[in-house]
């Protein structure tokens, strides 16, 4: 998709559209029962994984850490991404394009290379998150999911690593306490979020915490 999406230079709001498009239309097939993925319940009743029983302390321990050596690992390889020679090809893609395509460059290749990096380590992440909560259901393909993850970025600072990590913990600690308190007001909270932020903090807590350090 984003190899046939990047050379018919599709971009903005119009790639963000087909993309949500394009992970409706999965779900709403996934939620088929003869597609043999579970239909509405999905996959459940998770007991052991290579061997070894999900419910054991010594199997969550190991999975929890293996959750945190990947973050570690992400982290460093966006850190060490973002410094190099393609890190600068891509601040530029970002910002200029057109002005990069003059200067020699290819995109195509640069943004396919990207969004495939970031589905394989959305697939890693998935890979984890679904031994250690016991069930997958199609509905965790549904766009609220991603309008999530936006929010994590912009809440936590575009343009940074720490931001969007930070963004996350922020939004899932108010997703825990409305959904217990409040749960049929917690969409509505996170698009006020989302607003609020937009207008209010456009670099998100990192640029508020760094315009408190530079007074």
């Known amino acids: 998709f984003g190899f046939f999406a990047f050379r018919s230079r599709i971009k903005g709001v119009y790639f963000s559209i087909m993309t949500q498009a394009l992970t409706f239309a999965g779900m709403l097939l996934f939620f088929r029962n003869e597609t043999g993925f579970g239909g509405n319940n999905g996959f459940t009743d998770f007991r052991t994984i290579l061997g070894f029983?999900?419910?054991?302390?010594?199997?969550?321990?190991?999975?929890?850490?293996?959750?945190?050596?990947?973050?570690?690992?992400?982290?460093?390889?966006g850190w060490r991404l973002a410094r190099s020679k393609f890190g600068r090809v891509l601040t530029a893609l970002r910002d200029a394009e057109n002005r990069l395509m003059f200067c020699g460059y290819d995109p195509r290749g640069y943004k396919l290379f990207i969004w495939t990096l970031?589905?394989?380590?959305?697939?890693?992440?998935?890979?984890?998150?679904?031994?250690?909560?016991?069930?997958?259901?199609?509905?965790?393909?549904?766009?609220?999911?991603?309008?999530?993850?936006?929010?994590?970025?912009?809440?936590?600072?575009?343009?940074?690593?720490?931001?969007?990590?930070?963004?996350?913990?922020?939004?899932?600690?108010?997703?825990?306490?409305?959904?217990?308190?409040?749960?049929?007001?917690?969409?509505?909270?996170?698009?006020?979020?989302?607003?609020?932020?937009?207008?209010?903090?456009?670099?998100?807590?990192?640029g508020l915490l760094r315009r408190r350090n530079e007074q």
């Open 53 to 77: 029983s999900i419910s054991a302390p010594a199997t969550r321990a190991v999975l929890f850490l293996a959750t945190v050596a990947l973050l570690a690992g992400s982290l460093y390889l």
């Open 118 to 206: 970031s589905a394989v380590l959305c697939g890693l992440a998935g890979a984890l998150y679904v031994p250690q909560v016991g069930i997958i259901n199609p509905s965790e393909m549904a766009p609220t999911q991603s309008i999530e993850a936006a929010v994590w970025v912009a809440l936590g600072g575009r343009g940074t690593l720490i931001g969007p990590l930070l963004g996350a913990g922020i939004v899932n600690g108010m997703k825990s306490w409305f959904t217990v308190a409040f749960p049929e007001y917690w969409l509505f909270a996170l698009g006020a979020l989302f607003i609020v932020v937009t207008l209010y903090l456009p670099k998100g807590v990192i």
